[in-house]
């Protein structure tokens, strides 16, 4: 990599921002090897994300202001399992996983004492459905029912769409809420609505209730 950056042209202009497609693209590769590829496919995509984390960190070793390099970014992540890991390196103890994420939830909670809401430190560049599982997911820590929100909004939205929303039973496997989610798309197609979007917006709705039921006393 520090062969490339000094004498690839084209390597030598590229910075942080003009990465982020890349990354992007090659995290979506290695999900593709992961779910339907070849080992070989696997072996070589996570070869190509590594390159991406090997330039952001040749890019930020040449910051005339706040340098670091590869060997930081190591570090630090060395420094952050350890913590994360007290049953493994500080004579705690977890016999299930559950009790891992207990020690692992109560160390990032020590290292995010900044934080002011369970609503920060998530991606906003995720896609909707992973953003919305993971706002579900801290929502539901503050007692702001998602589910019940989301059927009470439909019902009160009152019109109906020209295409009829499918009667889809409650999904019991991942096939199942597959299906159910591809119906709705579906239905989104037929009306002319941005399902990504949509979702999107609604999880705004989402956070404003979660930042309200934290701000009660």
Not at 142 to 155: I, K, M, Q, R, W
Request: proline residues 5%.
């Amino acid at each position: 990599m520090r062969e490339v950056r000094e004498h690839c042209v084209w390597s030598q202009r590229i910075t942080h921002r003009d990465l982020v497609p890349y990354l992007i693209e090659e995290s979506h590769e290695v999900i593709d090897a992961v779910e339907s590829g070849t080992k070989d496919d696997l072996r070589e995509e996570l070869g190509d994300l590594l390159w991406q984390v090997l330039f952001h960190a040749a890019i930020a070793a040449q910051d005339p202001t706040d340098p670091f390099d590869i060997d930081d970014v190591a570090a630090t992540l060395t420094e952050k399992m350890v913590r994360r890991h007290p049953h493994v390196f500080a004579g705690e103890t977890a016999t299930t996983p559950e009790e891992v994420l207990v020690h692992w939830n109560a160390a990032k909670a020590a290292e995010k004492r900044t934080r002011r809401s369970v609503l920060d430190g998530i991606p906003r560049g995720m896609p909707a459905l992973a953003l919305a599982q993971k706002v579900a997911g801290r929502a539901a820590g503050v007692g702001v029912d998602v589910a019940g929100a989301g059927v009470a909004a439909a019902a009160e939205a009152g019109a109906a769409p020209a295409v009829a929303a499918p009667a889809v039973a409650v999904p019991t496997t991942e096939a199942e809420l597959g299906d159910a989610l591809l119906a709705f798309v579906a239905v989104a197609r037929a009306e002319g609505w941005d399902a990504e979007r949509a979702l999107r917006e609604r999880l705004r709705r989402v956070e404003d209730e979660v930042r309200e039921a934290e701000s009660r006393p």
